[in-house]
């Protein structure tokens, strides 16, 4: 998404990057990073018309492009049973997690995740919840010092388009998978709630509304690859089942 946040953030002043980078080396371990946005998304199931759908109401085709996202945790989850969705995507590391404003959703239809894409944030952010040391790591070293490892591949063809303000983005995975988003960008955290009411009236003119939440490609992997990892987060209110409501 780092590449679309042009066209989807609310038109809002940017935090002051050198304030951002400006973390002092004896105080990681107790700072709290600020992320660079908050990722506001409801995901939908496709219908076979939908492209045209987007059509018909003027929406701009953005860009094509295929992703491969690797994820990493703990052999016991202490990332994911966190929220915490370390990956290296493109051979670019990321890190989502929860932000500290995330809206009540009691029908779990949305997604809020705080975006990180600084090393120095992101090793600062999982080393919290690893309970290490983040001085002088990197995001690699920090892997091999909590023997994290790599329990995700995911290759995704992704066709994105724009309205308004928000992004539509078309996925297929390469295990046949496919899923739909609408997203938008928010810097400020008390704008959350103004944009989930703005995707849901969006996605009620699209005929995607839905009373239930739809799975997203993360739990449909691990239902196929790692029904253990998957139940984990079950259990922890992490990933929900496709009947589970509330």
Not at 37 to 53: A, G, Y
């Amino acid at each position: 998404m780092a590449d679309l946040r042009a066209a989807v953030e609310f038109c809002m002043e940017q935090p002051d990057e050198e304030a951002k980078d400006e973390v002092s080396t004896s105080t990681q371990t107790t700072e709290v990073a600020k992320p660079d946005v908050v990722e506001v998304e409801r995901k939908f199931v496709l219908p076979d018309d939908f492209e045209q759908k987007l059509s018909d109401i003027g929406a701009s085709f953005l860009q094509k492009k295929t992703l491969t996202d690797m994820y990493y945790d703990t052999d016991d989850y202490r990332l994911t049973l966190s929220d915490h969705w370390l990956r290296q995507r493109n051979g670019t590391w990321e890190l989502k997690c929860p932000p500290s404003l995330r809206k009540s959703d009691s029908q779990n239809m949305s997604c809020q995740y705080a975006e990180y894409t600084k090393e120095i944030d992101i090793v600062q952010t999982c080393a919290a919840v690893l309970d290490v040391d983040s001085r002088d790591m990197t995001v690699d070293s920090l892997i091999t010092h909590s023997n994290c490892h790599k329990f995700a591949t995911l290759v995704t063809h992704r066709k994105s388009y724009a309205v308004d303000n928000f992004t539509i983005d078309l996925d297929v995975t390469d295990f046949g998978f496919q899923v739909g988003e609408i997203e938008t960008l928010v810097v400020d955290q008390s704008r959350i709630a103004d944009a989930l009411t703005k995707i849901d009236k969006l996605a009620e003119k699209l005929g995607v509304q839905s009373s239930h939440r739809v799975p997203g490609k993360m739990d449909a992997y691990l239902k196929k690859n790692n029904m253990d990892h998957y139940k984990k987060l079950v259990e922890g209110h992490i990933l929900f089942q496709e009947d589970e409501r509330n």
